[in-house]
């Protein structure tokens, strides 16, 4: 089939969902769906999420350099498009959706109860790029509820039924097809 030339847009997808959780000094915590966001470094362990400064949340990532990328599931479709739509500015995101601030073990933010992963991070840099400003963190702890945990101590996030966004929809992750280096596995061996 012969490809078009497409305008030039974002156009990598899947990305993961994430309700960034944020709180200025002595403010009330926020969420901000994010989903300009991704692994950057392994060692060590770094995310970024990419923030337009117009966006309430922004202030408040800027001021306390903290917050937690918490992974939400297919329960919580709602509550993410709600946190991606609204602003913390005229609505507290955590009572109007009924969602638990827990108090993370690291950072001075809650984390989201109701996601079965949370990602507690330090802003070490950010870098202003147009539309949007990225932030650059270190992953300082992870929260990660029981039930994902197999025996041996690995995660099974497919359990977690957690969401991705594709070009303005939800999609819920399906399951696993395969794990990396399975392509060139040897027969008979797990």
């Known amino acids: 089939m012969p ?13 993961p969902v994430l309700m960034v959780s944020c709180q200025g000094k002595g403010g009330k915590p926020n969420i901000i769906t994010v989903a300009w966001a991704g692994t950057v470094c392994s060692d060590p362990p770094m995310l970024s999420i990419a923030v337009q400064p117009r966006r309430f949340s922004y202030q408040l990532l ?6 937690v990328a918490n992974l939400p599931t297919e329960r919580l479709a709602f509550a993410v498009d709600f946190c991606g739509v609204r602003s913390g500015r005229d609505v507290d995101k955590f009572a109007h959706l009924k969602l638990t601030p ?17 990602i507690e991070c330090r802003v070490r840099q950010t870098l202003p790029l147009g539309s949007h400003e990225l932030f650059l963190a270190e992953v300082v702890a992870i929260n990660v509820d029981e039930g994902l945990v197999q025996e041996t101590g690995r995660l099974d996030l497919g359990k977690a039924r957690l969401l991705a966004y594709v070009h303005g929809h939800y999609y819920g992750m399906g399951k696993p097809l395969g ?12």
Not at 3 to 15: A, E, F, G, H, I
Not at 62 to 67: D, N
Not at 102 to 118: H, L, T
């Open 3 to 15: 490809k078009l030339v497409w305008k030039p847009s974002t156009l990598l997808y899947p990305v």
């Open 62 to 67: 800027k001021e306390t350099g903290e917050f």
């Open 102 to 118: 827990e108090k993370a073990s690291v950072v001075g933010v809650p984390m989201i109860k109701e996601c079965p992963v949370n």
């Open 179 to 190: 794990h990396f280096g399975f392509s060139v596995r040897k027969q008979g061996k797990k």
